[in-house]
């Protein structure tokens, strides 16, 4: 009965470490590297913008997004007003 007990506690410890690893390598397993080639921004004046992207970032605690453009300008508004294509 102890020998069940020991093995059963040696398997919970087990399980306990395959799951951290895998929830600490997240972005290693999981490609989550979105790239995106052009942009469409309303600017909230009646006026959108359209063009390159050079780089852009979103905030998970945020729904704000930062977007900028291959001419160096960039944008940080509203990810609703934001529209990322990725051209294959």
């Known amino acids: 009965m102890k020998k069940n007990r020991i093995l059963f506690i040696c398997l919970i410890v087990?399980?306990?470490l395959i799951s951290t690893f895998l929830v600490g390598c997240n972005m290693q397993?999981?490609?989550?590297?979105?790239?995106?080639?052009?942009a469409?921004?309303?600017?909230g004046n009646g006026k959108s913008i359209e063009?390159?992207?050079?780089s852009w970032k979103d905030w998970?605690?945020?729904d704000m997004i930062q977007?900028?453009?291959k001419d160096g300008k960039t944008y940080y508004t509203?990810?609703?007003?934001?529209v990322l294509i990725k051209y294959k």
């Open 14 to 16: 087990v399980v306990i």
């Open 29 to 38: 397993i999981i490609d989550t590297k979105w790239s995106f080639d052009y």
């Open 40 to 43: 469409y921004i309303d600017l």
């Open 51 to 54: 063009g390159n992207v050079d």
């Open 60 to 62: 998970n605690d945020s």
């Open 67 to 69: 977007v900028t453009m």
């Open 78 to 82: 509203h990810s609703a007003n934001v």
